[in-house]
């Protein structure tokens, strides 16, 4: 949408079960808007935000890459996603038969 644009997001979707927050989320705070579907958590500090749970994926969390330790980071798979004509562009997220 046009807030990941203007955040230039790059989404780094991982499944619910391999997101494991380890500290800190006392101090995140959440914003949503529209469907109230997207959920996205910000620092109370800085006001980075780290990761959300995307409409596109509800089973997912999408980690903003530039928060993560580079030498973390095994394998990576690329799919381009024009996220400002979101609703057109979802169909290529969605499995064949649905």
Not at 18 to 35: H, I, P, S, V
Not at 85 to 96: F, G, H, R, V, Y
């Amino acid at each position: 949408c046009s807030i990941c644009i203007k955040k230039q997001i790059k989404g780094f979707i991982v499944l619910d079960e391999d997101f494991k927050l380890l500290t800190g989320a006392d101090n995140l705070t959440e914003y949503t808007f529209n469907t109230k579907q997207a959920k996205h958590w910000f620092c109370k500090t800085c006001g980075v935000q780290s990761f959300y749970k995307p409409r596109s994926n509800p089973d997912s969390i999408s980690v903003m890459i530039c928060c993560v330790d580079s030498d973390t980071i095994q394998d990576v798979e690329v799919t381009d996603f024009d996220g400002q004509n979101w609703e057109d562009s979802i169909k290529i997220l969605q499995p064949e038969n649905s």
